[in-house]
Nanobody, 116 residues
Framework: QVQLVESGGGLVQPGGSLRLSCAASASFFSLYDMGWYRQAPGKERELVSV???????NYADSVKGRFTISRDNAKKTVYLQMNSLKPEDTAVYYC??????????WGKGTLVTVSS
C-alpha cells in the first residue's frame, strides 16, 4: 500500500508560480513512475506530467515550457514547479504513483487557484 500526500497548492495571481510536493510512503519509491494529474471543475482528470523510474519526463502540451517535474528518491518526494500560471491552470492537482508489480495509487489532491 502506498500513501501519497500532496501539498503546496493555494491561490496565486496569473503569471505567478507555485511548487507542489507529493510525499510518498512507498517502499522502493525509486521504482515507481510518478505523475501529476489535474481536474478542473466540470472537466475530466488529465495528465499534467510524469517522471518515470528511469528519470524520463513528459508533459502535456498545455504546460510545456512552464511546468517542471522532478523527484528526490532519497526523500521519496516528487515535485511540480509551476511557472507563468494561467487561470486555465486552476484545478485540483493529484499525485499518482504506479508500478506494474504494485499497482496505481492516488493522493487526495491539492487545490490550485489562479486568479487576480
Amino acid at each position: 500500500q502506498v500513501q501519497l500526500v500532496e501539498s503546496g497548492g493555494g491561490l496565486v495571481q496569473p503569471g505567478g508560480s507555485l511548487r507542489l510536493s507529493c510525499a510518498a510512503s512507498a517502499s522502493f519509491f525509486s521504482l515507481y513512475d510518478m505523475g501529476w494529474y489535474r481536474q478542473a471543475p466540470g472537466k475530466e482528470r488529465e495528465l499534467v506530467s510524469v517522471c518515470t523510474s528511469s528519470g524520463s519526463t513528459n508533459y502535456a502540451d498545455s504546460v510545456k515550457g512552464r511546468f517542471t517535474i522532478s523527484r528526490d528518491n532519497a526523500k521519496k518526494t516528487v515535485y511540480l514547479q509551476m511557472n507563468s500560471l494561467k487561470p486555465e491552470d486552476t484545478a485540483v492537482y493529484y499525485c499518482n504513483a504506479r508500478a506494474k508489480w504494485s499497482g496505481v495509487y492516488w493522493g487526495k489532491g491539492t487545490l490550485v487557484t489562479v486568479s487576480s
